[in-house]
DNA sequence: CAGCATACTAAACGACTGTTCAGCACCACG
DNA sequence: CGTGGTGCTGAACAGTCGTTTAGTATGCTG
């Protein structure tokens, strides 16, 4: 037997292939991943993936599908009835915080959308449209609190508040590597979100040396 | 004895593979593109390849080190004496929008460096680090101007805006899909670049309804 | 001139790719 | 009991990969 059942598997043999896929397409491209990797993976052999999947490109779209499904289920949680996000913007920080907060830790999503979001194609599409609704809710919500205008052109506002919120998603490495501290860490936020806020608060020339503002924090609203 | 390295003969054929190699690892990751796909579109064969750089890995790192020196050099040039980049942030508009100017038109520089900056690596990361550093000169400048504040944490500062102007250079595409216009292309700057300059200016809510600032000009300085 | 480095190619090597195929073990249903 | 359908495997297929090797043509150098 070269192939042992090792894993502890409660899950099926085709779950367990999903999921060493997703971890491995999200540290780098499926093109890069061989089906015998995946398959070593998960402790099967290689034609079951082919089994279970009709081949390398079915189990690259069930596995899109599956990260896309289970991203908008929890986009739809947080943006719920009572959720801060939509009302206070100080008070659920960023959409990545706020994913990769909620995000389950032992599947790589993040990375995996990350990655998603770079290579083109339907999936891509599809998600980046999704974002782009929710930024213009949010921006309608904010508006109607009256902690933020709609601006001239509300969907290039939107957009370029997604695209701002994006790049530190995107950037992470790169900001955690000039910086030190990776700004989506909980020690990082407490640089980078006074920064934002000032600016979005007041534009770049606003309280140049104080403290954008301060109030007295309470618990739990995250 | 020591030939000199440079031969205007050699110079055709290897030049041919390296533009080559660029405009291929351009649009698509280069362990995606093979050496023999390099090759036959500098005409020539495969061994070729090998002969003049060593391998693969060699031609992939020439050519970011190609990359990196012809985009450095334009932003020594972009940032030299005179430029109105470093004092006023409206003439010169975006770093995005100054770079994508700038470049050559007949290498795919911007798509080359876009997928460098998110390939990580060694060229990326000094790719990434300067760039931050001119984002800090940048800003300081334009404190220096009275345009803007340095902010409590200038690095994050620096970094926030860097960051932002990167996410519409990373996002172009998708950014292209939901608003219709290419906020890199000239009509996409005239419908991006005041909702951006409006929030840089006043903040989210500075200005709901009217036009963020109107100067009477004529001549095009963009 | 001989000698030798350079530019370059055709062919082949071993490793790896996605996929196919015949067949084994198992469970449900008649 | 037999029959069929899954779940699953090892072996093999044809193709591509980066690289090696042997070799030719072309000049420069001493």
């Not at 009572?82 to 206070?88: E, I, P, R, V, W």
């Not at 913007?89 to 830790?105: D, I, M, Q």
């Not at 599947?107 to 782009?132: I, K, M, N, Q, V």
């Not at 530190?168 to 501290?181: A, K, N, Q, S, Y």
């Amino acid at each position: 037997m070269l192939y042992m059942r090792s894993i502890p598997d409660d899950r099926t043999a085709r779950a367990a292939i999903r999921d060493e896929a997703l971890r491995l397409f999200a540290e780098r491209d499926p093109d890069a991943v061989s089906v015998r990797q995946v398959a070593a993976a998960a402790g099967v052999s290689p034609a079951l993936v082919v089994h279970h999947f009709g081949g390398k490109d079915g189990l690259r779209r069930e596995v899109d599908a599956y990260v896309v499904a289970t991203f908008e289920a929890l986009l739809g949680e947080l943006t719920g009835e009572g959720s801060a996000m939509l009302t206070d913007p100080a008070a659920g920080g960023t959409l990545s915080e706020a994913l990769l907060r909620h995000l389950p830790a032992d599947l790589p999503l993040g990375a995996y959308l990350r990655r998603l979001l770079l290579t083109g194609g339907e999936a891509s599409r599809a998600l980046f449209r999704g974002l782009f609704e929710l930024s213009g809710r949010t921006l309608a919500a904010l508006a109607e609190a009256g902690v933020a205008a709609r601006g001239r052109d509300p969907e290039v506002r939107a957009a370029f508040l997604l695209a701002n919120d994006l790049a530190v998603f995107l950037l992470r490495d790169h900001l955690t590597g000039v910086l030190g501290t990776d700004p989506l860490s909980e020690e990082g936020v407490v640089r980078w979100a006074p920064e934002m806020l000032a600016i979005y608060g007041g534009g770049l020339l606003a309280a140049p040396e104080e403290e954008p503002e301060r109030e007295p924090e309470e618990e739990g609203t995250a």
